[in-house]
């Protein structure tokens, strides 16, 4: 059953998402080469704590992270590791963090040095096909619309569509109905309503959508071992439009200011 939130509720999930923002902007600051996941995780950690909030991922289904960073081909659910960062690599963070009982859960994916022109493709698709996703979630629309145009704007561009993980609700539980997925038919779906909350995280594979789970029963990666990227946002439905409760904001300046 969908939980349809209130303006409060939604002022809350706003500065939870936030935090996670924040955080990501922080780590920005620490991709390079040499650096190690499970440095990142440490720096995380103590940050979503000093904002009077709790790791979100950390505990929950047993994940033994604040962090989940996905290397190259790993797609998602990576845990932080000893490997240090190497030009070339694509790495995906995703973070989340529970503020005054609610959640916020995002991602974006860095690239490290030099990156190849068709990696940095892949990265700029899966980001228009995040923001595609979130134009189509509106009232009078369905869920299924969400995922259409995702799929539709990956494919037409040679990519792999990730089936077997999705978006989802997103409240007092991290992970709450209605699943969102990255692909679908236009009209299908449960119909999208005013204060909706939800996660949009488009999953998209440079080869094949199909993926493995890896033996620490957590990292995803490609059935192909090609290059994944993973981008997300958590929105909610005010006045029929979707708002974008999280930013990439802190990651640009960052960004910005290595360049």
Known sequence: MIKYKTAAE????????QIVSRTLG???????EGRTPIELDRMAEEYILSQNAKPGFKGLYGCPSTLLISVNEQVVHGLPTK??????DIVSVDCGSIFKGYYGDH??????????HEVKKLLQVTKECLYFGIEACKVGNRVGDIGHVIQQHAEKNGYGVVRDLVGHG??????????????GRRGSGKRIQNGLTIAIEPMINMGTEKVR???????I????????????????VIDGEAVVLSTF????????RKS
């Open 107 to 116: 991602a974006y994916t860095f690239e490290v040095g030099e990156v190849h």
């Open 83 to 88: 490997r240090p960062f190497q030009t070339g």
């Open 221 to 236: 990666v490609t059935a192909d071992n090609l290059p994944s990227a993973h981008f997300e946002h958590n929105v909610a």
């Open 26 to 32: 922080l780590i920005a600051k620490h991709i390079y």
């Open 170 to 183: 997103l409240g007092r539980a991290l992970h709450e109905d209605p699943q969102v997925p990255n692909y």
């Open 249 to 256: 904001d802190y990651i640009y300046e960052v960004l910005d």
């Open 213 to 219: 789970q890896l033996e620490d029963n957590w990292t």
């Open 10 to 17: 939604i002022n809350i999930m706003r500065e939870a998402a």
